[in-house]
């Protein structure tokens, strides 16, 4: 099992920034993904962004440019450093982690709530 705590949403203008963190606990995982969801108001969740274990990373096309992921392996910890909000970018945002052995084995975050507006 393997627990994730999101820190850092909140509430800011648009076109300001803001950085969420994502503690997870330690797992037996050395293959991994790490990534971002987020769930708008009426909307389906959609991924944001994720990075592997190795540093490779991926984002959805809309927040290509704006938003960045990284991760620290040493302390279990991916961030998505996000710039030049948007209303649209109002929602919820979820910690994921993927890890493989002969399996895959997913766990989500809790959620952070982003709210951009004037």
């Known amino acids: 099992q393997v627990q994730l705590v999101e820190s850092g949403g909140g509430f800011v203008q648009p076109g300001g920034s803001l950085r969420l963190s994502c503690a997870a606990s330690?797992?037996?995982?050395?293959?991994?993904?790490m990534g971002w969801y987020r769930r708008a108001p009426g909307k389906e969740r959609e991924l944001v962004a994720s990075i592997t274990s190795s540093g490779n990373t991926g984002y959805a096309d809309s927040m290509k440019g704006r938003f960045t992921i990284s991760r620290d392996n040493a302390k279990n910890t991916v961030y998505l450093q996000m710039s030049s909000l948007k209303p649209e970018d109002t929602a919820v945002y979820y910690c994921n982690f993927r890890g493989y052995d002969t399996h895959e084995y997913i766990y989500w975050g809790q959620g952070t709530q982003v709210t951009v507006s004037s």
């Open positions: 330690k797992s037996r995982f050395s293959i991994n993904i």
